[in-house]
């Protein structure tokens, strides 16, 4: 009989946590007890909160998904709070988890933290090795630090704790906030209100040209269980699709409105920025531990994700 575990998940009522629930419903495990969180429970950024948290499910693992995670807008305009809420909330579920004995903990960084000047593809050598691009170097610079932390507590006291580096994610339960949603999300909402409005214009952010990896969050849920049990390295592990996979956010828009079965024309706001170039992933480290995964297609995904959209857009977060 396998031992048995109390799987904390923080974050557990966004895009990421909301796929993981899916997955752990669907395929049940003996012994485990799998507990998902949101902001409601405990703001994390308060480490009383956060110890009375931990007080109360005795987890023995943490899956720690908790962030301010905003696209590309919101982060430009507000890097102080980026920096701030992600530096407190990793702080303090590490520092409890470590007093709490929790037996392993995985978080969550990102690919967008990588230097903006680097060679491609980036590898999780990397993550360090120069200043990030200046859209989000606040979210940045506090996800590095949950590397650094991580190496520091299994150095000092051998704590298993590791990350994981996904590329862009996006799926059901996404933010479809038009101003603090990621692109994927943001079209699908702004799409979705042309199309009841009866218009014709499809307008999307900047030249289009930008070229971005994206991860399905029901794959991600996949790649996180597996983490969560097989992977036993601190160094962090990107979850990321093929670089073949890249696409650009034209490409992207365009697939989009081919989920809607609309095929007009799209329009591009050059007046509004483009962000990081490219952040091209190498997912070869992952190849050599699950050469076979199997990442569904990017128009399936997005297919799911527009339906899910038109069928719950009252009760998405909007
Ligand atoms: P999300 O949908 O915005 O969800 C964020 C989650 O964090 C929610 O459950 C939210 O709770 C919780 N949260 C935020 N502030 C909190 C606080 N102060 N105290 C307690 N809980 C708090 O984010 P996501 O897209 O699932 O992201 C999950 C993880 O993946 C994050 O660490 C993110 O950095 C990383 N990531 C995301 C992407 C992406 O493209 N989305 C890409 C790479 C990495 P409420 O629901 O109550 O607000
Ligand atoms: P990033 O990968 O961290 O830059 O995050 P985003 O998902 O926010 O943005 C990716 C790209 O999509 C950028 O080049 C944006 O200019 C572009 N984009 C186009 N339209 C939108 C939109 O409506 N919202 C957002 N967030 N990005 C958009």
Known sequence: MSESKTILVTGGSGLVGKAIEELVTSQKRENEKWIF????????????????????????HVIHLAAKVGGLFDNMSNNLDFLKDNLHINDNVLQTSFESGVKKVVSCLSTCIFPDKTSYPIDESMVHNGPPHTSNYGYSYAKRMVDVMNKAYNQQYGCQFTSVIPCNVFGPNDNFNLKSGHVIPALIRKFFDEIQAGGTSFTVFGSGKPVRQFIYSRDLAKLFLWVLYEYNEIEPIILAVDE??????????????????????????????????????????????????????????????????CKNHEIARN
């Not at 931990?54 to 023995?60: L, N």
């Not at 007046?271 to 995964?293: E, M, V």
């Open 244 to 309: 073949s996979d890249e696409v650009t956010i034209k490409e992207v828009a365009e697939e989009i409105l081919k989920a809607y079965n609309c095929n007009s024309t799209l329009l591009f706001d050059t007046s509004k920025a483009d962000g990081q170039y490219k952040k091209t992933a190498s997912n070869s480290k992952l190849r050599k531990y699950l050469p076979d995964f199997e990442f569904t297609p990017f128009s399936k995904a997005v297919k799911e994700s527009v339906d899910w959209y």
């Open 37 to 60: 969180l949101n902001s409601k429970d405990g703001n994390l950024c308060d480490i009383v909160q956060t110890k009375k948290l931990f007080e109360k499910y005795k987890p023995t």
